[in-house]
């Protein structure tokens, strides 16, 4: 995190550029800001008294500002508002641009001061904007333009769709794990005072008080098990919540007893502690899959962006996509994401496809084409009439693919799982041979036998599963967030534990999916064609503005949707665009070329390749040295695949690839035992990723294929993946340590409760001890592997 | 033996009171974003407010 640049010392002297006062890019020429939308933004900022923000933001560099937008789209929120009651309306939006903690602050701060607007906040955690107005004072479509003007874009989405995925279920835990951790606390306190050998009498009232705390709090506080421990039942399995819901129960009823014959061997601390601990691992393990569902519910929303409809009369609306219709007519600005299957009624542009294709060429759409719900129009304003919705569209269908192969992936048994179902059964059985041994053979009164196997369960209580398990997933997890590395689904490292293959993907896996230019062009042209660049969207405008960021922005350029870009200026007439465009004689290649063609003759070829990501050979290399192997495939021509695959000594490959026919290539993979990671970004990955033992895609990839994969990463850098490999492996070593200590932990203690020699004080300390054991080993994956990176 | 009639009273009711605390402030949403509390007390209220 670095400070930005204050306002007044914006002059970078080395290079002669400036920084702009508002959002901070670099931009030559002259004044304090870089665009319009800066300077409206800056000034609005300055009238509403909030210049502090300035001087209080940090920004990240790797994470530009968004640049404000002027233009003023026609905005109809109604279908996004909720009544609130008293006379208010709410609604909730998704924000992006957030970058610390000053945006919270003019994000409210801004609404607050505008009449009318009665609650405005911003959670930073899940990027969402809640704010409530009257609506006799004011409109909320305005107040979204003022916030995106500030330079953050707003999304509406709907709050049912995220509560339903919102985590009820942890935070009843942490109710329950609040309650007994009060409990535990208390009779813990009146234990020692026991232990340390208090009179008959006091003893007695202590119990009775701990009897009166113990048991709702029992009741209340083990719901979570006992739920989970009768479906088991019901369902005529055991797992470890039976166990875990006999201790609990069993314990109290009969220290309840011990307390009215005021025997010693009362064990209310040992159970709430036990239900203190477990209640801890439980929330744990729940926070990660709530966090999973929570990263996939971002992903989701983020899909979910208004549709402009135009009406008959002219009107236009603001409409889900759900909400479409076929035959409406929609108006697609430029950087608009389709919405629907359709046609398109007037217009021309160019339209990314790499989402459904792969491909990163853009391709030109003019009326009469055929769009796909999830292509971004790129350079025009284009009308659409909707062919197809929701289930219907070719996206649909993707999904389809994905679920079906989602379903077709064995169900995964995690280990701790597996042990628990081997564990519960002997734990019970031990537990009912004690009983039987020392009350038949034993000649014990019932009641004395009973307490001998209760100690036998309490001392067996699986806390090294249900505790140690979770930490180490937590620990790991918050490893891999640190390096940008997002677990979505919450056994996908255990999954990737086993993994001996990785597929990949090839435009925009292995490559940036980002075309550049290739060098060997005349500099002087380049800045013009920069200059005139500027003003597109197209991706290969994009790639000759970042070959010179610098440029000077040419004013007046007229764009021609689907040919290129014509300024007047200099001498004549500037041309930058495809051969036909440009007047240039074709030569064969007219892929990812540009032509700029100036009034005097003057001629320009601008190549553009698809770049490795830096760190694709080496990665590759590293995953052969760690004896995993692989493989690529790909929707691409063969040319280019074979050219990669050479470059980085990858022996097999496969071009051409459909998503269906990379299914079925993964799913032969499995069919040979291979434990897949199948690697991919673009919607035709999606169905293979989730029919791939486990997966991953990068966060530059579509909202659909984050969704398919357990694990998504940021950044350039493939070094994600062998980095998650090497955490995961070192998570599942602690797991199995934990499980051995476990093991040993009961090899040592089961013995002496089976005889009988536990008292309450031994089962106090020997399942805290475990605990904190097995805690405390779990913690050392976040110690060792910090300074090694990966 | 018979201040523990006030003792034990006492003790359970400051750990009750804790437990109450926490309870209200789950309710009323203080968990719900932990990061952005975490930036937000480096603001000032605006003025009006204080």
């Known amino acids: ?790 | 033996m018979t201040v523990l009639l006030f003792l034990i009273p006492i003790a359970l009711g400051m750990g009750g009171l804790g437990l109450a605390a926490f309870l209200w402030a789950l309710k009323s949403g203080q968990y719900d974003d932990m990061e952005g509390a975490a930036h937000r007390i480096l603001f000032d209220d605006p003025e009006d407010k204080v």
């Not at chain 1, 109604?78 to 970058?99: H, N, P, Y």
């Not at chain 1, 119990?207 to 039942?233: D, E, Q, Y």
């Open chain 1, 1 to 790: 995190m670095n400070a930005l640049p204050q306002a007044g010392e914006a002059l970078d002297l080395a290079s002669g550029t400036l920084s702009c006062r508002h959002c901070g890019a670099p931009f030559r020429g002259s004044g304090e800001f870089c665009c319009s939308g800066c300077t409206a933004a800056f000034h609005l900022v300055q009238s509403l008294g909030l210049g502090r923000y300035y001087a209080q933001r940090t920004t990240d560099p790797a994470q530009p500002l968004l640049r404000p937008e002027e233009a003023e789209t026609e905005l109809d929120l109604s279908a996004w508002v909720r009544d609130v009651g008293k006379g208010e309306k709410e609604i909730t939006l998704m924000v992006e641009g957030l970058q610390c903690g000053a945006c919270i602050w003019l994000i409210e701060q801004t609404l607050l001061k505008q009449p009318g607007v009665t609650m405005a906040r911003v959670a930073l955690s899940t990027r969402r904007l809640t704010f409530r107005w009257r609506p006799s004072e004011t409109a909320p479509e305005g107040l979204v333009h003022l916030v995106s003007r500030l330079g953050y874009r707003l999304v509406p989405c709907d709050p049912a769709r995220l509560a339903a995925m919102a985590d009820k279920e942890s935070r009843q835990l942490l109710i329950a794990m609040a309650v007994a951790g009060f409990a535990a606390g208390n009779i813990m306190l009146m234990s020692v005072s026991v232990w340390s050998g208090a009179d008959q009498a006091t003893t007695d009232l202590l119990h009775w008080i701990s009897a009166l705390i113990a048991i709702p709090a029992v009741a209340f506080a083990g719901r979570p098990f006992f739920g989970s421990a009768l479906s088991a039942l019901r369902a005529g399995r055991t797992n470890m919540d039976v166990p875990i819901s006999l201790a609990v129960i069993l314990a109290p009823s009969i220290s309840l007893f011990e307390t009215f014959r005021s025997g010693p061997h009362a064990y209310f601390d040992s159970a709430v502690t036990l239900l203190f601990f477990l209640l801890i691992g439980r929330y744990l393990d729940r926070r990660a899959r709530g966090r999973a569902h929570e990263t996939a519910a971002r992903l989701l929303a983020l899909n979910a962006v208004a549709a402009t409809v135009v009406d008959a009369d002219g009107t236009q609306r603001s409409l889900p996509p759900a909400q479409l219709q076929p035959g409406m007519t929609v108006l697609l600005a430029p950087g608009a994401r389709v919405p629907a299957d359709g046609t398109i009624a007037t217009g021309a542009s160019d339209l990314d496809l790499s989402p459904i294709t792969g491909e990163s060429a853009p391709q030109a759409a003019v009326a009469g084409a055929h769009v796909f719900a999830g292509t971004l129009n790129l350079t025009g304003p284009l009308t659409m009439r909707v062919d197809a919705v929701g289930d219907a569209t070719l996206l649909a269908d993707m999904v389809r693919l994905m679920e079906a192969a989602e379903s077709r992936r064995g169900r995964f048994v995690r280990l701790a799982d597996r042990v628990a179902r081997r564990y519960a059964p002997v734990v019970h059985v031990v537990a009912l041979l004690t009983f039987l041994g020392w009350w038949l053979g034993g000649g014990l009164p019932w009641a004395d036998a009973v307490m001998i196997a209760v100690a036998v369960l309490i001392i067996t209580c699986p806390c090294a599963l249900a505790l140690a398990v979770p930490v180490v997933q937590v620990v790991a997890s918050q490893r891999l967030m640190r390096g940008g590395i997002l677990l979505k689904s919450a056994d996908a490292l255990e999954r990737i534990t086993a993994i001996d293959h990785v597929v990949f993907d090839k435009t925009g896996t292995l490559t940036l999916g980002r075309l550049e230019l290739q060098p060997g062009t005349d500099p002087a042209l380049l800045k013009i064609a920069a200059g005139i660049a500027g003003s597109s969207r197209h991706p290969l405008a994009r790639a000759v503005l970042r070959a010179m960021p610098d440029a000077p922005l040419l004013g007046g350029v007229v764009e021609h949707p689907g040919a290129g870009l014509e300024w007047r200026g200099r001498g004549g007439t500037w041309k930058l665009g495809s051969c036909a465009f440009t007047g240039t004689v074709e030569d064969g290649t007219t892929d990812h070329v540009l032509w700029l063609a100036g009034p005097s003759g003057e001629r320009q070829r601008f190549q553009f390749a698809d770049r490795l990501r830096p760190d694709a050979e080496a990665v590759v290399a590293r995953l052969k040295a760690m004896e995993i192997g692989v493989e690529i495939l790909s929707g691409d021509r063969p040319a280019p695949v074979e050219d990669l695959a050479r470059r980085l000594g990858i022996g097999t490959w496969q071009a051409r690839m459909l998503p269906a026919d990379k299914v079925a290539r993964l799913e032969a993979l499995a069919k040979q035992g291979r434990k897949v990671l199948m690697v991919g970004d673009g919607i035709n990955d999606a169905a293979a990723l989730s029919s791939a033992h486990v997966s991953m895609a990068p966060a530059s990839g579509t909202e659909i294929t984050q969704s398919a994969a357990d694990v998504v990463f940021q950044g350039d850098r493939l070094e994600a993946i062998p980095a998650t490999i090497l955490v995961a492996r070192g998570a599942d070593r602690l797991v199995r340590q934990n499980l051995l200590i476990a093991l040993l932990y009961n090899l040592f203690a089961v013995p002496l409760a089976i005889l009988g020699f536990v008292t309450p004080l031994i089962a106090a300390v020997a399942m805290s001890s475990s605990s904190l054991i097995v805690i405390l080993n779990a913690l050392r994956l976040g110690r060792a592997t910090i300074g090694k990176r990966g």
